[in-house]
């Protein structure tokens, strides 16, 4: 018997979908696809095959139970703004999730809400603003990311340190298995004996399945909120304070680290804040809680960073220039266009001791390497973000930068630290997991993503190098190979190779 050609069941497949979602939810015109062949890491581009976007719970139900009809891999997108390549489909359906943008319920008693994946995370802050309530997690792409790309990366952001990621704040979901199967993980009204396979789910990175609603914990915001903005002549001081803050037994709520480079960048762009240009250092401070017990950590850190080295340490007077403070450093990303049209932003975490001697090592890597390193990163828990803007069409600046990068991470990997703490592993970082570790570890992931997905259909390809699994059976693809292969990244685009 004759098997279809790649591209008629490419235009059956459309049709089917079209009868779900309607005409103009379905994408699958190379030109309507371009949009979605990279996510925020600009360095990899993958063109998916087609491009469908269910409106309702139901609709999403009847595209994966379609998919999984035809046995057809697939890639759940949120709004794209990941940074490991996590959200690329190559030449296989992409599932866009933004159009499930509903506030479901409020339990203003319980603190909780529930949500669909689509909900951007900064629109759910500002509807339970006026009842003084707060999502803590607050990933700098806040203003664009989804709740459900939250879900899928585990995000963190500057207030992880105090508050906690993702997980520490999902009560429970909703999500449909790539089978189709519906299941609720994790329980919207307290907990419940058994596996927390809701924890496993949070930074499965797409790879288990989709989520429907999920039921977020809101938290009460501060009374009393203070920011501080200390200056350094020296990066090792601001690195060794960060160490003496948490030493002293106070947490902050958030603790950000910004280099010179960094500073420099962003005041000349429009997102600038005030900081000091000449700085080689800034930390961003902010204090929340009970007035009087803010108020006394207040001087303490103070304190802390006058002796260790601060040239000044200033006090947002108000709220504006509270948030034009923390605007510079969330926009610092974006201000990094500037530099060049293309960036590479890592995401390793170290042990919070060792922040002088990886800051110094990662200069020294610059120079030998002749490429300018920004950093920008959550020091409170160590979770470093060196960046490098290059040109990708520019192939010996190319292989410099990753040249550079490599070293970066093999020496964050060999000063007992992690190659992920908020952006996850997705296609860029899969060649470092076994640097980290053993094949019995990585054998594992891949019989617990077998539990959730028996065929590997839900973002295949990605996370788990595959040859790490010891048994792999191929979907089927668009054009007809198994998808259990990463394909080669392109010319310009830096590989990932194992650490040695």
């Known amino acids: 018997m004759t098997q279809p ?9 459309s049709a089917r979908l079209a009868d779900i979602v309607g005409e103009r939810h379905v994408l699958s015109r190379p030109s309507e696809l371009l949009v979605y062949n990279s996510d925020g890491l600009p360095g990899y581009r993958r063109q998916p095959s087609i491009a469908v976007f269910p409106g309702s719970r139901e609709e999403t139900i009847a595209v994966v139970r379609l998919l999984a009809e035809e046995e057809l891999p697939f890639v759940p997108r949120g709004a794209g703004t990941g940074l490991s390549g996590g959200a690329l489909a190559d030449d296989i359906i992409v599932v866009g999730l933004h159009r499930l943008k509903k506030i479901l319920s409020l339990d203003i008693d319980n603190r909780r809400a529930t949500v669909e994946p689509g909900v951007v995370n900064l629109r759910l802050n500002r509807h339970v603003a006026p009842l ?8 700098s792409s806040e203003a664009a990311c989804t709740i459900g790309g939250n879900i899928a990366e585990n995000a963190g952001g500057p207030h992880c340190l105090k508050y906690g990621v993702t997980l520490n704040h999902v009560h429970a979901m909703t999500v449909v298995l790539p089978s189709g199967e519906v299941v609720e993980l994790g329980s919207r009204t307290g907990e419940r004996d058994g596996y927390d396979l809701r924890g496993a789910f949070i930074g499965s990175e797409g790879c288990f399945g989709v989520a429907l609603d999920v039921t977020v914990r809101l938290t009460p915001k501060p009374q009393t909120v203070r920011t501080l903005l200390a200056d350094f002549t020296s990066v090792d001081d601001a690195a060794r304070v960060t160490s003496a803050i948490i030493a002293s037994g106070i947490v902050p709520a958030a603790l950000e680290f910004m280099d010179g480079p960094t500073i420099r960048v962003v005041e000349d762009s429009i997102y600038a804040a005030g900081y000091p240009r000449d700085a080689e250092a800034v930390l961003l401070i902010e204090l929340d809680g009970i007035e009087a017990g803010v108020d006394a950590d207040l001087e303490v850190v103070r304190r802390i960073c006058l002796d260790g080295g601060a040239r000044n340490v200033k006090v947002a007077r108000d709220d504006i220039e509270r948030a034009k403070l923390w605007q510079g450093r969330k926009k610092a990303f974006g201000a990094m266009g500037r530099l060049a049209p293309h960036l590479i932003v890592q995401d390793a975490v170290i042990p919070r001791t060792k922040l002088p001697e990886i800051l110094q090592t990662i200069h020294a890597i610059s120079e030998k390497h002749g490429v300018l390193v920004c950093n920008v990163f959550h020091a409170g828990d160590g979770n470093l973000h060196p960046n490098i803007a290059y040109s990708a069409d520019n192939a010996e600046e190319s292989k ?21 703490g908020e952006h996850g592993v997705g296609l860029d ?46 979907v089927k693809s668009a054009r007809e190979t198994s998808a259990a292969t990463v394909p080669p990244p392109l010319a310009a685009e830096p590989s990932r190779p194992v650490a040695q």
């Open 429 to 474: 970082k899969m060649g470092y997991m076994e640097s980290i570790f053993p094949a019995s570890s990585l054998n594992a992931m891949c019989e617990l993503r077998s539990v959730f997905d028996p065929g590997r259909r839900s973002n295949p390809g990605k996370v788990v190098p595959v040859h790490s699994c010891k048994e792999w059976h191929g």
């Open 132 to 139: 003084g309530l707060l999502y803590a997690p607050d990933p």
């Open 400 to 420: 410099r930068v990753h040249k550079a990068m490599t070293e970066i991470m093999n020496a964050c990997i060999d000063a007992g630290g992690s190659i992920t």
């Open 5 to 13: 050609s790649a591209s008629t069941q490419r235009a059956s497949v």
